[in-house]
């Protein structure tokens, strides 16, 4: 976090007014890296699954989170602290000072539970008092006055819920079909002190893929079949094991360990996109959740959860089972018939829905965590190299004898290609490399008193420091070759000796 904060990547957000717990700004490089994250997302859902992306409000108005269920159940049980007054989330107080998980518990339970653990305020040790239901929606109203009450969105899937008729149009009948919608998501989150893991504001990327209950088959099934997946079943968490089940993804059907076909497909989908992101296959697991941790709407949710140092096994992306929960609801508060016609069986049909959704933020976090790497002498983070916000450093080894003119003209000319990257002549040579590997720059290039004689460059790479001497007129080729992966360092150009 102190390297995040300080090379530009997140930081608190308001901190000249103090900072306002739950709200992260993304500098520079954090932003590149967001926006790569969510290119390569597209890559799997739009692209790969050719799912039709939206782009709807994040306010909306009551009577749709009314329908969606969320003005009712989107709550949270609070508790107050009798003597300070501070208010805190009661799950997250439980969890923090017994390691017990009481999500789900009513509120007599929870008080209960309270009472007999002797949990307490963690500000002032008081005791605390009745348990309450708060809303987490952000409420605000639309136009002047305060009658049209809304809400800012709690998650991007009822935009697409909404559209569903416009949606199911568009797809000409296809099932199963999917729609993806990436933005903001907005929780008003009690007492949020986990840093950038637990944001009020947020940005997520959602997948709702519609599908006939009795046909839920992925055309694409078979490609993933042997893939293995590690699950955390609930009836283990219930029991109080922490065990894992690893099976593939075809076993899992077959056992009857998750809901259908497409769940699993989806569970290895998530699998891999958390790998491209250079998550660590060990470091990924699969949470059920037990049906007191379930969402309102879900009948089986799967949480991709990541091993990190700092805070344990966070949650990334949330596997539902929708049921036809929300078209059901819509169509009942709407009036309107949302269901399909499906002229090849002859009947009608109420979608039903899984939906993988995604956070952006704390994927990022954990690919900060897992890429932070430290060898005796060198910090340096070991993202991978086609998302490092920056690709390529150029810098002359000195700065005379025409060499920063030399590297401006290279770098010009990898920024005309389209390369992200950066000249720097602040400083000594070995702290420009030490910079850039800070900040996870894959390769640097470095223009020299070589460079003027024969018009040939080094290029370092940031994991071994290692150097090879390359041709400038082969530089862009050889670049976009190493940074997509094709080759490594040492299958290129003339090793530098040190
Ligand atoms: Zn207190």
Not at 303 to 321: I, M
Not at 334 to 359: N, Q
Request: proline share 4%; hydrophobic share 35%; net charge neutral.
């Amino acid at each position: 976090m102190e390297l995040a904060k300080r090379r530009g990547f997140i930081w608190p957000s308001f901190e000249i007014y103090g900072g306002v717990g739950g709200f992260y700004d993304f500098g520079p490089l954090g932003t590149i890296l967001k926006n790569k994250i969510i290119q390569k997302w597209r890559e799997f859902y739009v692209i790969g699954e050719g799912f039709f992306e939206i782009d709807s409000p994040s306010v909306m108005p009551e009577e749709v989170l009314k329908a969606s269920g969320h003005v009712d159940h989107f709550v949270d049980a609070m508790v107050e602290c009798k003597k300070c007054g501070t208010a805190f989330r009661t799950a997250d107080l439980a969890r923090e000072q017994t390691g017990k998980d009481i999500e789900g518990m009513s509120k007599e339970e929870m008080e209960q539970f309270i009472g007999k653990n002797r949990v307490r305020c963690p500000d002032c040790g008081g005791e605390l008092g009745k348990i309450f239901d708060f809303n987490a929606m952000f409420r605000t109203t639309i136009g002047p006055g305060s009658k049209r009450v809304a809400y800012l969105r709690p998650e991007t899937a009822q935009g697409i819920f909404i559209d569903f008729k416009r949606l199911q149009r568009y797809a000409r009948g296809k099932l199963p079909f999917g729609v993806v919608q990436i933005g903001k998501g907005y929780r008003n989150e009690i007492s949020p002190r986990q840093g950038v893991i637990r944001l009020r504001e947020f940005t997520m990327a959602e997948a709702e893929v519609f599908f006939d209950p009795e046909d839920p088959h992925h055309p694409k099934f078979s490609n993933c079949a042997d893939e293995k997946i590690r699950l955390w079943r609930a009836e283990d968490e219930v029991e109080g094991r922490e065990k894992l089940t690893e099976v593939t993804a075809e076993q899992a059907v077959k056992k009857k360990f998750v809901c259908n076909e497409l769940m699993a497909y989806y569970l290895v989908l998530t699998k891999k996109f958390l790998c491209e992101l250079g998550i660590p296959e060990n470091a990924i697991r699969f949470r059920e959740q037990t049906p007191g941790q379930r969402a309102h709407y879900s009948s089986e949710t799967w949480d991709a959860e990541v091993d990190t140092a700092r805070f344990g096994w966070v949650e990334v992306t949330g596997l539902a089972y929708r049921t036809d929960y929300d078209l059901s609801r819509h169509a009942e508060f709407s009036k309107e018939d949302l269901t399909i016609f499906r002229a090849d069986k002859k009947r009608k049909v109420l979608c039903h829905v899984i939906e993988p959704s995604y956070g952006i933020d704390r994927p990022l976090y954990c690919m900060l965590e897992h890429a932070y790497t430290t060898d005796g002498k060198r910090k340096y983070l070991r993202l991978k190299k086609e998302l490092a916000p920056i690709e390529v450093g150029v810098f002359p080894h000195l700065n005379r004898d025409g060499m920063p003119e030399k590297a401006l003209e290279v770098h010009r000319s990898l920024k005309s290609k389209g390369f992200m990257s950066e000249y720097d002549d602040a400083g000594s040579i070995g702290r420009r490399y030490a910079r850039a590997d800070e900040i996870g720059i894959p390769y640097c290039v470095t223009i020299d008193h070589q460079t003027l004689k024969d018009g040939t460059a080094t290029i370092r790479d940031r994991d071994t420091a290692a150097q090879v001497r390359v041709a400038l007129a082969e530089l862009p080729s050889i670049l976009r070759s190493l940074i997509c992966g094709e080759v490594q360092l040492g299958e290129v150009g003339e090793p530098v000796k040190k």
